[in-house]
């Protein structure tokens, strides 16, 4: 890998990072190479696609695995309490860019990565798992605690809080949208982030998009985030 994609990988840090990591280890890993593998490829926003303001960040498989690894490094070691629920940002570790389709883009203040996969290349029946996840983050597991116990960020404690969001599902024929409002504390210092994350079911698809604030503050556009979260629905749809 050469320096020019480190530095390109450098520059995505703290939030930003979250948001490329998210959307690459949301990915599934298959070795299909059929008709229908590169449907996912195809499904993602492209830079036309997108709002005024928002920029594709090109990058690599090399690269986007680059990323993946940082922030799957980063959340190794931790303990989430209650313990059938989950932390923020837990993803699988693989990913497949031959059949999974990536993108991250940012403007002045927001990144907003999508990432669009095959059902048939996740784990189950594709749908059993936005139900899954619906109860990991509603009920006891609206509110969860995370201790980090190894990394460089060790001993710190992330408290967490989940909202379901009403958001017309649109051409979806399920769509779960979560804000996840995170305070922060170690020894160095203490702050606050919000994330937002539209997972829809479209058809034979499994769509994501994530919003997070670059300088890892909570304050999101919502608007904005609904509005990639539409246009990624109804592109998938076609």
Request: with cysteine; charged share 25%; aromatic share 2%.
């Given at each position: ?63 986007i695995?680059q ?21 923020p ?10 059949t ?52 460089p ?25 979560v ?8 020894e ?9 994350v ?41």
């Amino acid at each position: 890998m050469g320096t020019g994609t480190g530095r390109r990988a450098a520059r995505l840090t703290g939030a930003a990072l979250a948001a490329v990591a998210v959307a690459a280890l949301s990915a599934g890993c298959s070795s299909d190479d059929g008709p229908d593998a590169h449907r996912a490829v195809d499904a993602v926003l492209t830079q036309g696609e997108l709002p005024a303001g928002l920029t594709v960040v090109k990058l690599g498989k090399d690269e986007i695995q680059q990323v993946a690894d940082q922030f799957h490094d980063s959340v190794k070691g931790v303990e989430v309490t209650p313990s059938q629920c989950v932390a923020p940002g837990s993803m699988p570790s693989k990913i497949d860019v031959k059949t999974s389709g990536l993108m991250v883009a940012t403007d002045a203040k927001y990144s907003i990565s999508e990432s669009v996969q095959r059902l048939a290349d996740l784990p189950g029946d594709g749908i059993g798992d936005l139900v899954k996840l619906r109860g990991q983050v509603t009920g006891e597991c609206a509110r969860v605690a995370v201790e980090v116990t190894a990394g460089p960020v060790k001993d710190s404690r992330i408290d967490t809080r989940y909202t379901v969001l009403d958001v017309p599902a649109g051409k979806a024929r399920q769509l779960l949208v979560v804000q996840s409002d995170s305070t922060t504390s170690n020894e160095s210092k203490d702050g606050s982030s919000r994330l937002l994350v539209g997972r829809a079911v479209v058809n034979d698809l499994l769509v994501t998009v994530q919003m997070v604030a670059r300088d890892d503050s909570d304050d999101l556009d919502p608007a904005l985030f609904e509005q990639v979260l539409t246009a990624a629905v109804d592109k998938a749809a076609v």
